[in-house]
Nanobody, 118 residues
Framework: VQLQASGGGLVQAGGSLRLSCAAS????????MGWYRQPPGKQRELVAR???????NYLNSVKGRFTISRDNAKNTVYLQMNSLKPEDTAVYYC?????????????WGQGTLVTVSS
C-alpha cells in the first residue's frame, strides 16, 4: 500500500489549506484513515482520524477548525484546515490502517509541510 499526500504549503494565520492523501495498491480494505503532525522540535501527535463507519476523533486544539473526511471510492482522506494558527505549523503525515490477507497493517505517507505565518 502506498500513500501519496499533497496540499501543504505556506499560509497566513487565519487562512485555510486542504490536505489530501490517496492510498493505492491491491487487495486491501481500509479500516482507519488519519492525519498526524510533528511540529518543529516536538513529538508526532494525532490530529484527526476517521473510521470506516464515519466516526471521527480530533485533537482538542483543532476541534471546530479542522474537518477530516474520506472518499472510500477513491481510497482518499482529506483534512480541511480553517482558521489556521502559527502553532499549527508542522509536518503533516497521513496514516491508514488496512486489512490485507487477514492481517492488519499501518502505513504512513511521506509528510507534507504546513507553515502558518503570523
Amino acid at each position: 500500500v502506498q500513500l501519496q499526500a499533497s496540499g501543504g504549503g505556506l499560509v497566513q494565520a487565519g487562512g485555510s489549506l486542504r490536505l489530501s492523501c490517496a492510498a493505492s495498491g491491491s487487495s486491501f480494505s481500509i479500516n482507519v484513515m488519519g492525519w498526524y503532525r510533528q511540529p518543529p522540535g516536538k513529538q508526532r501527535e494525532l490530529v484527526a482520524r476517521i473510521f470506516g463507519v464515519g466516526s471521527t476523533n480530533y485533537l482538542n486544539s483543532v476541534k471546530g477548525r479542522f474537518t477530516i473526511s474520506r472518499d472510500n471510492a477513491k481510497n482518499t482522506v482529506y483534512l480541511q484546515m480553517n482558521s489556521l494558527k502559527p502553532e499549527d505549523t508542522a509536518v503533516y503525515y497521513c496514516s491508514v490502517q488496512v486489512t490485507k490477507d487477514g492481517a492488519r497493517y499501518d502505513y504512513w505517507g511521506q509528510g507534507t509541510l504546513v507553515t502558518v505565518s503570523s
